[in-house]
């Protein structure tokens, strides 16, 4: 009688060394592949929020919805997403944060925002790229991905002796070239004070021209991410998206440190002269001929 006759360990061996080659070929296009359908999704999440912002900009006479965040007072309900809040609707404590944080406190505060109001979706405040929930222990295991720039809306409290504000653009029919200027902005802040984003995203500005003419003075200032292949995602102030891909290797210098240093602001006024990333940013932040 024939007996079947198996793989030899040599031929095994063959085969296992194709499969890893195939693996190590197809690795990086899957991985790639993930970072740009995480990239779509985040952009739809930018539109959904760029969508709410011009709505509510519509229902409330032009005024632009407040671009706070954490730093609401008891007597405060105008920012767009509030403080992380206990079951009893009560802020939670911060700096730092509490290490028994949790996305439901998190869940309560963005709705009690003005931006729940026109976007009912806990996910779209959270880019799918954003992994601090995987790979930070609480508080620093923040949700929401996104910020508005400091450069639309402002804080308002009712306490009219209460300078909280950057006093930028108040309302929409300030706006001019509206396409020109990100409203929403992927940011990455570690900082444990909160155990989320703080207050809005701001740069550097210059005297009453809020744009830094110098390229020797350029600095960061908020931290940035980027979830997308050296790229970050923005919101415009017409209602369109678009992502930006970073070409400056200290842009991405100041990204990793902001993701991997605990302390608050640990970026602020990172100085990086000539970057045509910060350009771009300072350029798009807002019109150079705005005064504050």
Known sequence: MNKERGFTLIELLVVIAVIAVLMAILMPALSAAKKLATGAVCLSNHRSL????????????????????????????????????DVAGNNLSYNPAPETITNQDRYRGLQQGTMWQYVKDVDVYHCPGDNRKSTRRPPRDCFRSYSISY?????????????????????????????RFYVFVEEEHNGSRYGENEGGWHLPFGGGTNYLVNPGS??????????HNKSSTFGFADGHVDRRRWMDKRTFEFIRRNAADPSSHSGITTSSPGNEDLQWLLEHFIDRKRVN
């Open 218 to 227: 350029w600095t960061f200032y908020d931290p940035l991410a980027s979830y």
């Open 151 to 179: 450069a639309f809306g402002e804080l308002r409290t009712k306490d009219a002796n209460r300078n909280t504000g950057y006093r930028y653009y108040r309302k929409m029919q300030e706006v001019k070239d509206a396409p």
């Open 50 to 85: 760029t969508v709410g912002w011009i709505m509510y900009a519509d229902d409330n006479d032009g005024v632009l919805m407040c671009n706070g965040a954490c730093y609401d007072q008891a007597d405060d309900d105008s920012p767009w997403v509030h403080r992380p809040k």
